[in-house]
């Protein structure tokens, strides 16, 4: 599996996680990238995807009010 592959999986579940469940912390946007409010979250995630073996996870700042935080990847 690529990581584009396993990229796509994790987006797709994520867009089907209950905003309940994700504790209103993070969202998908219609560019697959993993929005969050906090530039801690987003950190965590990348961390975490790093570690799953992705070789190249970004974060940025975005100009969304309410979710400051991209993750995305090459």
């Not at 994790?10 to 994700?22: F, G």
């Not at 961390?47 to 940025?60: K, P």
């Amino acid at each position: 599996m690529t990581q584009q592959e396993f990229w796509e999986i994790i987006v797709n579940s994520l867009r089907q996680t209950p905003i309940e469940q994700s504790n209103h912390r993070f969202e998908v946007n219609y560019d697959d990238e993993i929005m969050c409010r906090t530039e801690e979250d987003a950190n965590c995630i990348a961390d975490f995807l790093e570690s799953m073996g992705f070789d190249v996870v970004h974060t940025s700042e975005s100009d969304d009010e309410e979710f400051k935080w991209l993750i995305y990847i090459d």
